[in-house]
């Protein structure tokens, strides 16, 4: 168990809806990757947030949005889905200290038929 | 150009073979850090290994190494006596600070274990 918690684990949607997933991240950790990985392929960096606030964006369409709240959780917003936004999207926390290893929850698997 | 780079798509080993799988990196920072992940069928990513730029000796946890030279920027993973559970896909990573800590990713390295 890495500490990050993703959900929800599994969704199921159509063309045109809008998701939302949520993240976790580990206790006493202030930055947040969310990362997109379609079927065989590695990992797309989205967007990161550092205590807050948005530290870096990836290539992140303009369909898809984020934030980090005061409680240091974080969501992604998905809208206007695409049957290529099917994948496995993964949220990922640091302490930036030490280390420094990215911690990854379990992912989220969207499907959009 | 490409900050991490993983050259082999597939890779196969017997049981209870070493094996060796490719990382080079790119970067201009001084301060840096690798990283290997394990990416098992179901689907979560496992950190494996860590080795800091200033390291002078080659980080090892269990039956992993990293075989670290820094001066062909390379930071290849050697899995010792494989079993059946390494198959899986492998990612190398870097953490740069000079990008704000952004990790790069590699595209992967499928290995199976053949029994």
């Known amino acids: 168990d890495s500490g990050v918690t993703q959900t929800p684990k599994h969704l199921i949607t159509a063309t045109g809806q809008r998701v939302t997933l949520r993240c976790s991240p580990r206790?006493?950790?202030?930055?947040v990757y969310w990362y997109q990985q379609s079927l065989d392929q590695g990992l797309q960096f989205l967007i990161q947030y550092y205590n807050g606030e948005e530290r870096a964006k990836g290539n992140i369409l303009e369909r898809f949005s984020a934030q980090q709240f005061p409680d240091l959780h974080s969501e992604l917003n998905l809208s206007s889905l695409e049957l290529g936004d099917s994948a496995l999207y993964f949220c990922?926390?640091?302490?930036?200290?030490?280390?420094?290893?990215?911690?990854f929850g379990e992912g989220s698997r969207l499907t959009v038929l | 150009a490409q900050k991490i780079t993983q050259t082999q798509p597939g890779m196969f080993v017997q049981e209870k073979e070493a094996v060796t799988l490719d990382c080079t990196y790119d970067t201009s920072d001084q301060s840096y850090g690798l990283f290997w992940y394990k990416q098992p069928s179901s689907g979560e990513m496992i950190f494996l290994i860590y080795q800091g730029s200033y390291d002078e000796q080659n980080a090892t946890e269990g039956r992993y190494s990293l075989n670290f030279q820094k001066a062909r920027k390379s930071a290849n993973l050697v899995i010792s006596a494989s079993q059946l559970g390494d198959s899986a896909m492998y990612f190398c990573a870097m953490r740069e600070p000079s990008t704000g800590n952004q990790f790069y990713f590699g595209t992967g390295t499928s290995l199976t274990v053949i029994p």
């Open positions: 206790s006493g950790d202030l930055s």
């Open positions: 990922a926390s640091t302490r930036e200290g030490g280390t420094g290893e990215l911690f």
